[in-house]
């Protein structure tokens, strides 16, 4: 299968700061990513969905200023939490689609970014 | 209501029992339908996908999906210390890449 990577594994930043989180498809291009964010013993909730080349979209109640999203390259998208906040501490993962067959894309996942926000 | 509802578990059954976690759902539109594996603290992966109703089986794995019901199940036989996860089933409709995950099934098997 696909492999997604993602980078750092897992981050503890000050309140206030900003703290970027990159996703990597390394064995094949996708010009969508999506991002979602896992709070423990909850589901994944999708946050938005990264276009190569074009901006995000975002999930209703999720801040577009606060997750600034970039998808510079078919192999590249970042996360940015910008002015964290403890609240926002959560596993943030991220996936990439690629083509199985007419109509049905597979999502490969990446292994998740643990932030902690002090 | 949520679009898709799943029993949280925690689901504890001794080696090389049969288990049985399921999800229904509201939205008649779902076409795909998938089962990821996710253990502590990993990212999510693909056990099985399903399109449209119907009965798959991969080794000891069984999707079934039955769409008049709005209800899809994964059986796990002889299962293992190993099967111990969070089981997510989530779905899509035609054309759309969105996922969408119901809350997970813990499940615990023990030696």
């Known amino acids: 299968g696909a492999v997604v990577s993602q980078h750092p594994s897992w981050v503890i930043c000050k309140s206030g700061t900003s703290v970027k989180i990159e996703c990597r498809s390394l064995?094949?291009?996708?010009?969508?990513m999506f991002w979602y964010r896992q709070f423990p013993k909850q589901s994944l909730m999708l946050m938005a969905t990264s276009n190569e080349g074009s901006k995000a979209t975002y999930e209703q109640g999720v801040e577009k200023d606060k997750f600034l999203i970039n998808h510079a390259s078919l192999t590249l998208s970042t996360l940015t939490v910008t002015s964290a906040h403890p609240e926002d501490s959560s596993f943030y993962i991220c996936s990439a689609p690629m083509r199985r067959e007419i109509g049905y894309n597979e999502q490969f996942f990446g292994p998740g970014t643990r932030l902690t926000v002090l | 209501q949520k679009e898709v509802e799943q029993d949280p578990g925690p689901l504890s059954v001794p080696e090389g029992a049969i288990v049985s976690l399921n999800c229904t759902y509201s939205n008649s539109a779902f076409q795909y339908f998938m089962w990821y594996r996710q253990y502590s603290r990993k990212g999510p992966e693909l056990l099985m996908y399903?399109?449209?109703?119907g009965n798959k089986e991969d080794g000891r794995f069984t999707a079934q999906v039955d769409k008049s019901s709005k209800y899809i199940s994964l059986f796990i036989r002889d299962s293992q210390p190993s099967d111990s996860a969070t089981y997510l089933c989530a779905m899509k409709d035609e054309g759309f890449q969105k996922l969408v995950f119901g809350t997970g099934t813990r499940l615990l098997v023990s030696p």
């Open positions: 399903t399109y449209s109703s």
């Open positions: 064995d094949f291009q996708a010009t969508t």
